[in-house]
């Protein structure tokens, strides 16, 4: 009976799952157990017989969806090894859920806008719309910009906290790489590199169940340097963020890819989710 590696956790841990399906081939049974609803396809099936043949559980912790019971009892059994959610928030200190935003498939499964803006939201409805609204924007979203460097505290000390829950850390190398490198395309959406780095950090600690030698480890990297899953959809980021925090990486003239396929500035992606088309 093939060994069995069980993974629980968001997109993320889905895209995890199929590297080492990927890189592992048919040698080990690969089942990704999600932690949310994805409107885009059906929950993994995880049979009895995969629970008795489970030998790792790779547990991506989610206190507000913990792993289920059924997993729990495998992994008291199995090696496991936990990994925090990767996902980033000083980049975009105006997220916010748009009300407006609902699922639409099955081109716009999350929504047209499932990164919304809270300025924008808050001219909504004070009844503004169109170029008058995003006029309006401009200026009240650099009066209502927070102070930077004191965010990038706080969100280094929000990793740090995370990171003492897992054996797999992340807070560090994030905060020492992210004005060098894009890191992310939103909030909760890594680039290949992270997902490699730390999927080989993972890999690192799972002891003879993978075998995790040199060569393994440069595979799974090679492998995320020219895969990006997340890479469909990039959120644009304020110019006011990218000249407080100096990043080396994003300039006034980059362009973001929208989920059409269309490559826009900021002012173009603001302009079209204020219109909501």
Same mark, same amino acid.
């Given at each position: 009976?093939?060994?069995?590696?069980?993974?629980?956790?968001?997109?993320?841990?889905?895209?995890?799952?199929?590297?080492?399906?990927?890189?592992?081939?048919?040698?080990?049974?690969?089942?990704?157990?999600?932690?949310?609803?994805?409107?885009?396809?059906?929950?993994?099936?995880?049979?009895?017989?995969?629970?008795?043949?489970?030998?790792?559980?790779?547990?991506?912790?989610?206190?507000?969806?913990?792993?289920?019971?059924?997993?729990?009892?495998?992994?008291?059994?199995?090696?496991?090894?936990?990994?925090?959610?990767?996902?980033?928030?000083?980049?975009?200190?105006?997220?916010?859920?748009?009300?407006?935003?609902?699922?639409?498939?099955?081109?716009?499964?999350?929504?047209?806008?499932?990164?919304?803006?809270?300025?924008?939201?808050?001219?909504?409805?004070?009844?503004?719309?169109?170029?008058?609204?995003?006029?309006?924007?401009?200026?009240?979203?650099?009066?209502?910009?927070?102070?930077?460097?004191?965010?990038?505290?706080?969100?280094?000390?929000?990793?740090?906290?995370?990171?003492?829950?897992? %054996?797999?850390?992340?807070? $560090?190398? !994030?905060?020492?790489? @992210?004005?060098?490198?894009?890191? +992310?395309?939103?909030?909760?959406? &890594?680039?290949?590199?992270?997902?490699?780095?730390?999927?080989?950090?993972?890999?690192?600690?799972?002891?003879?169940?993978?075998?995790? %030698?040199?060569?393994?480890? $440069?595979? !799974?990297?090679?492998? @995320?340097?020219?895969?990006?899953? +997340?890479?469909?959809?990039?959120? &644009?980021?304020?110019?006011?963020?990218?000249?407080?925090?100096?990043?080396?990486?994003?300039?006034?003239?980059?362009?973001?890819?929208?989920?059409?396929?269309?490559?826009?500035?900021?002012?173009?992606?603001?302009?079209?989710?204020?219109? +909501?088309?």
């Amino acid at each position: 009976m093939a060994e069995t590696i069980v993974i629980y956790g968001n997109c993320q841990a889905g895209v995890y799952a199929d590297a080492l399906r990927k890189i592992l081939g048919s040698n080990r049974r690969i089942r990704w157990v999600s932690s949310f609803d994805d409107p885009t396809q059906p929950q993994e099936a995880v049979s009895r017989e995969d629970l008795e043949s489970c030998t790792l559980v790779l547990e991506q912790i989610d206190s507000g969806r913990p792993m289920p019971e059924t997993i729990i009892g495998t992994a008291n059994r199995a090696q496991t090894v936990r990994f925090p959610p990767l996902d980033f928030n000083l980049l975009w200190p105006f997220n916010f859920n748009d009300p407006r935003n609902v699922s639409e498939p099955p081109d716009y499964p999350f929504g047209r806008f499932p990164y919304g803006d809270r300025i924008v939201v808050e001219l909504l409805r004070e009844g503004l719309t169109g170029s008058a609204l995003w006029d309006v924007y401009r200026q009240r979203s650099v009066v209502k910009l927070p102070d930077m460097q004191r965010l990038r505290i706080y969100e280094s000390k929000r990793l740090s906290a995370r990171d003492e829950k897992t %054996d797999v850390k992340v807070g $560090a190398l !994030i905060m020492s790489e @992210f004005k060098e490198k894009r890191l +992310f395309w939103a909030i909760n959406h &890594p680039t290949g590199w992270l997902l490699g780095k730390v999927f080989s950090d993972i890999v690192g600690l799972c002891g003879e169940h993978l075998e995790s %030698d040199g060569a393994l480890l $440069a595979t !799974i990297q090679a492998f @995320f340097d020219n895969y990006e899953p +997340f890479g469909h959809h990039a959120v &644009p980021i304020h110019p006011g963020v990218v000249r407080q925090l100096n990043l080396a990486w994003c300039t006034a003239e980059q362009r973001y890819r929208y989920l059409d396929g269309s490559m826009l500035t900021f002012e173009e992606t603001m302009c079209r989710y204020i219109d +909501f088309r």
